[in-house]
């Protein structure tokens, strides 16, 4: 991000939503909203697109099952067949406990692992807060300043309404 | 507080055609009485249990509600409310079926009992006075706590006392308890007792998870009626979302429970257990059993996978009469195949009855739901469960 952001600090949620909206309605970008848990509506007054995490999680459950019975099979019928109280070789009760647990564990590390690439995280990342309180009792919208137009003082009016605790500008996100 | 909550109302060809097809049932069930009464108690006995699965699994929602606080349902609970008025007629309909005992149950025949030993030694428990003792203990404690907590809901509406919901949470705290157990041995007495040879400890699960999952599919058609004559905004979309999570998981449950009993009979391969799925897993019953998995459980969870077709009325729709055939699909492999014969049959017996059940359910629902105030509006959680806009116009 090279372009300067204004910065607006609320105390509640409901302020928050309130703002989002208003300051979308009024045409504005917004880059970010930081509150210290989910809020309810904040997605849809956001604009935010539904994610697209849960079909990656599928796929992955897909390949876990089809991994499960594929070994299993291939352990059990082909490479090394072992006579088990006179079952058939290749009998698909016994694949089906292995099969649920590849599908869930697939599904489940295949979608954290792609949300971390996705949002680049990795284990010792250091990341700078956008407010030392966010992740404490405050409510934090960023806005991207786009063009010329953005007038810090009209934003600053628009979010008053919304009782705004702060208002700051920042150059360039660190 | 008081607020004109609106009426439900449903026009009169709906009221038609459900009275049309529960006097086909009815008709059906006296003709073949008359024509091939061994063919007809087996059926009796499926539509029976499923309606009292759907009336009794409503209670066991509102149970759970009330006991853990929950306040997202409050909107509309007075829909399962309305469909608990069906234990009545299943508590007549277990009257009748008494009168069906000889032709369905080997151990009512004391000559059968005692010719056999094994039937002798359970015989402290399968025998039929007590049988008729326990089906009557059944019902009335059902019906009773039902009619306990629905009517505290509804006098709530007039007075707006706290306490019915304090005293609500207690009966239905004590219902899941006894309700499970007594539900428990009920499926025992009634189905499980049918190959008095055979015992499971996971059937009882089986048919548990089962009714939730069907009452739940029924509610959620209520739900829908109700929505699409003008209830949207009380009932919404996040209401049908949290159903659909409810009907996903509670069918991934069933399928769970299905597939323990299943996987380990097979598994430790034992004749006395075996002999279950011996039956079952060849010829027609085998397609059919496999057709019951894929009902109850791949075509719901496929389907409702999605977070579009949670929230659509018309995909939830559907998916609900899946799993209500599914659900009396799961009941006639397990009633049919010790009472008929190696091959399934299916005629104007079976669904005749099966629609005819089903007319009389939502019948008797959607009758209650007109005479009763569609919204509990004295209700401390009301507030919680309503979307934003009328939150206000409920405070009033």
């Known amino acids: 991000m090279d372009r300067p952001l204004i910065i607006g600090v609320f105390t509640n949620e409901h302020d928050i939503v309130g703002a989002v909206k208003e300051t ?111 992740t404490d009792d405050r409510f934090v919208l960023v806005l991207e300043v786009s063009d010329a137009v953005t007038d810090e003082n009209i934003v600053r009016s628009l979010w008053e309404n919304y009782s705004v605790e702060e208002v700051s500008r920042m150059e360039e996100m660190a | 507080m008081s607020k004109n909550a609106p009426a439900f109302i449903l026009p009169g060809s709906v009221w038609k055609t459900i009275f049309v097809f529960s006097t086909l049932g009815l008709l059906v069930f006296i003709v073949g009485l008359f024509v091939s009464p061994e063919r007809i108690w087996p059926n009796f006995l499926i539509n029976e249990f499923f309606l009292l699965n759907l009336g009794l699994g409503a209670v066991f929602f509102i149970a759970v509600l009330y006991v853990s606080n929950a306040g997202w349902a409050t909107a509309f609970r007075r829909v399962p409310e309305a469909a608990t008025s069906v234990l009545l007629v299943a508590g007549i309909g277990a009257v009748v079926l008494i009168f069906g005992m000889h032709t369905l149950y080997e151990w009512s025949h004391e000559t059968a009992v005692m010719m056999d030993p094994i039937l002798r030694g359970k015989s402290a428990w399968l025998n039929q006075p007590f049988f008729i003792g326990r089906v009557v203990f059944y019902f009335a404690l059902w019906i009773f706590f039902a009619r306990i907590i629905v009517r505290n809901s509804l006098r709530q509406d007039e007075d707006g006392r706290l306490e019915h919901t304090v005293w609500n949470v207690r009966h239905s705290a004590i219902f899941l308890i006894v309700g499970t157990i007594t539900f428990v041995l009920a499926s025992i007495d009634m189905i499980m007792s049918l190959q008095p040879h055979w015992y499971s400890t996971v059937f009882s699960l089986i048919t548990l998870s089962g009714m939730i999952t069907s009452s739940l599919a029924a509610i959620t058609i209520l739900m829908v009626i109700v929505r699409l004559s003008g209830f949207k905004k009380i009932i919404t979309e996040e209401h049908l979302h949290t159903m659909s999570n409810l009907l996903l998981s509670f069918s991934v449950f069933w399928v769970y429970m299905w597939v323990s009993q299943h996987m380990l009979i097979w598994y430790s391969n034992i004749p006395e257990e075996t002999s279950y799925y011996i039956f079952r897993h060849f010829g027609g019953w085998g397609s059919l059993s496999f057709l019951n998995v894929v009902l109850n459980w791949l075509v719901p969870f496929l389907v409702l996978l999605p977070r579009a077709s949670k929230r659509s009325d018309k995909i939830l729709f559907q998916v609900s009469i899946v799993i209500l055939v599914g659900h009396w699909l799961d009941l006639y492999i397990m009633v049919m195949p010790p009472l008929m014969g190696n091959e399934p049959t299916l005629g104007i017996w079976e669904i005749g009855m099966f629609v005819g059940m089903l007319a009389l359910f939502f019948g008797f629902a959607l009758r209650k739901l007109q005479s009763i105030p569609m919204v509990p509006v004295n209700d401390p959680y009301l507030v919680e469960s309503l979307p934003e806009e009328e939150r206000a116009v409920a405070l009033k």
Not at chain 1, 49 to 61: H, N, Q
Not at chain 1, 67 to 80: E, H, K, M, N, R
Not at chain 1, 99 to 123: N, Y
């Open chain 1, 24 to 134: 979308r309605a009024s045409g504005y970008n917004i880059y970010d909203v930081y509150t210290p848990y989910a809020v309810h509506g904040l997605d849809e007054a956001m604009g935010l697109k539904p994610s697209r995490l849960t079909y990656v999680c599928f796929l992955f459950a897909l390949l876990g099952l089809a991994t499960a019975i594929v070994t299993q099979f291939w352990i059990g019928s082909i490479d090394w067949p072992l006579n088990v109280g006179g079952k058939p070789f290749n009998s698909l009760p016994a694949y089906l406990p292995v099969a649920f647990e590849l599908t869930v564990l697939f599904g489940g590390l295949g979608v954290v692992f792609v949300m971390l690439f996705r949002s680049k995280l990795f284990p010792g990342k250091k990341e700078r807060s956008i407010h030392p309180r966010v």
